[in-house]
């Protein structure tokens, strides 16, 4: 399994971006793909996890981010809206198969991880 994310950059507060996750190995539809992110001198945070048409979603980001599937093309997508400066961190990408759906915000749970990109949100 490989996890490759990008789409991260430099935006002002009030913009988008989109995060792509494009993966390898799990295509399964038992697999669940999550979004996760780390500000410097903080812990990784959950932000979004999907497994087929079921998404969760972190409070701090409800209603302004949207995770969706594209299967025919292996990838995961993070649509980040009304950007803010504390939403600045890298983020990550994560599957795991088989998890139990009441654990999909932690992220020590996850066995397949995507290199970080980078976002920075500026006021």
């Known amino acids: 399994v490989q996890l490759q994310a990008s789409g991260g950059g430099s935006v002002q507060a009030g913009g988008s971006l989109r995060l792509s996750c494009l993966y390898s190995?799990?295509?399964?539809?038992?697999?669940?793909m999550g979004w996760f992110r780390q500000a410097p001198g903080k812990e990784r945070e959950f932000v979004s996890a999907i497994r087929g048409g079921t998404t969760r979603y972190a409070d701090s980001v409800k209603g302004r981010f949207t995770i969706s599937r594209d299967n025919g093309k292996n990838t995961v997508y993070l649509q980040m809206n009304s950007l803010k400066p504390e939403d600045t961190a890298v983020y990550y990408c994560?599957?795991?198969?088989?998890?139990?759906?009441?654990?999909?915000?932690?992220?020590?749970?996850?066995?397949?991880w995507g290199q970080g990109t980078l976002v920075t949100v500026s006021s």
């Open positions: 994560a599957g795991k198969y088989g998890l139990i759906w009441s654990e999909f915000a932690r992220w020590t749970v996850y066995d397949y």
């Open positions: 190995g799990c295509t399964s539809s038992g697999y669940v």
